[in-house]
């Protein structure tokens, strides 16, 4: 991809292009240790018709997929995520993470996940898909009960 060709910033500034290094250095700048995440930085990097799916929801678009992450700020005391492994195959960037989140009244609660990116042919992100175990995670921290839920998943699902 040419300079001419990379997407641009509000100021028509060309971007980076996104690739294991751009991608590992701009979440690392959105989540940090002192309170809520400001991902202002990366929607430039995400396409207009952005699609977005994890084990919740399924977002289209990119004002939907702002307002989304706007709702988990909102909902969380503090977010961090510590980017474990980062790859990239063709138009396919994969991130293992661990997020640690801190609600109102709750302790800090950590997920594992990864998250696939496929970038559009101008470079910037058509769709993201997140991979967790949301509620394996969470039962973990409550005594007894992870254990529990564990049993369950493997007596019914293998």
């Not at 701009?26 to 699609?51: A, C, M, R, V």
């Not at 609660?109 to 910037?124: N, Q, S």
């Not at 898909?129 to 293998?158: E, T």
Request: glycine share 6%; aromatic share 12%.
């Amino acid at each position: 991809m040419t300079q001419s060709e990379l997407p641009k910033n509000a100021g028509g500034e060309n971007l980076a292009e996104l690739n294991v290094d751009t991608v590992r250095e701009l979440w690392s700048q959105t989540y940090n240790t002192d309170g809520k995440p400001d991902w202002s930085h990366i929607f430039p990097y995400y396409h207009p018709e952005i699609i977005f799916q994890d084990a919740i929801q399924r977002i289209e678009g990119i004002e939907d997929f702002i307002a989304m992450c706007e709702r988990l700020t909102k909902r969380c005391r503090s977010l961090r995520m510590d980017l474990s492994s980062v790859v990239q195959d063709s138009n396919v960037i994969i991130l293992e993470w661990k997020m640690t989140m801190s609600f109102k009244k709750s302790p800090d609660t950590p997920i594992f996940g990864c998250t696939k990116l496929t970038l559009h042919e101008d470079g910037r992100i058509l769709m993201q898909r997140d991979y967790y175990d949301l509620w394996g995670d969470i039962f973990n921290q409550i005594p007894g009960f992870g254990k529990m839920y564990r049993k369950f998943m493997h007596r019914f699902f293998g």
